[in-house]
């Protein structure tokens, strides 16, 4: 059974900083990329991030393009997710999840989902 544990979220001003972390118990073999969704109150589940586990190509969804950064550690089975110049808008709980396959930008696209981590940015 794979499990995903996201940390790293919390509490911080507009324009400031936080770094995401999201371990699997198991290196999801099957996955050949992880990635990032958020999910505000009220709103859709949206893409914000993904990363492929063999070649580290990644892929941003425009709205934090410049401001965050995906990453990963293939011999710690972990991904990372910096965001920088946060805004209020970034307010949501983030997700972290196993690509399985299709559009690495659609929530039917992956199978395997953490708990949520959540974020809050205070303007």
């Known amino acids: 059974q794979v499990q995903l544990v996201e940390s790293g979220g919390g509490l911080v001003q507009a324009g400031g900083s936080l770094r995401l972390s999201c371990a699997a118990s198991?290196?999801?073999?099957?996955?050949?990329?992880m990635g990032w969704f958020r999910q505000a109150p009220g709103k859709e589940r949206e893409f914000v991030a993904a990363?492929?586990?063999?070649?580290?190509?990644?892929y941003y969804a425009d709205s934090v393009k410049g401001r965050f950064t995906i990453s990963r550690d293939n011999t710690k089975n972990t991904v990372t997710l910096q965001m920088n110049s946060l805004k209020p808008e970034d307010t949501a709980v983030y997700y972290c999840?196993?690509?399985?396959?299709?559009?690495?930008?659609?929530?039917?696209?992956?199978?395997?989902w953490g708990q949520g981590t959540q974020v809050t940015v205070s303007s």
């Open positions: 999840a196993g690509h399985y396959s299709g559009s690495l930008a659609y929530t039917s696209s992956y199978d395997h």
């Open positions: 990363i492929s586990w063999r070649t580290g190509s990644t």
């Open positions: 198991v290196r999801t073999f099957s996955s050949d990329a």
